[in-house]
């Protein structure tokens, strides 16, 4: 994986939270916001997914619905 510099800003309880796990793991600070970021993203997509997973699903419950309407009124008794 090819790496890129990218310099930004951030409140300093996020740097000193991030340099005691940077102590406290002995690891990079790049690392552990890489990390972070990752699992932005990872959870980002999955919020995503998961609203498309909903419009489906509502949209397939509108269709069988209108389905079973249909079906009830051609199966309803004396017609």
Sequence with gaps: MRLQRVTFSVPEAIVAATDAIVRKE???RSSILREAIEQYLKAREEMEMIA???????????L???HL????????PGV
């Design 26 to 28: 002995r690891r990079s």
């Design 64 to 66: 069988a619905e209108g």
């Design 52 to 62: 498309e997973y909903t419009e489906a699903a509502d949209l397939n419950r509108a």
């Design 69 to 76: 309407e249909a079906f009830n009124e051609i199966s309803a």
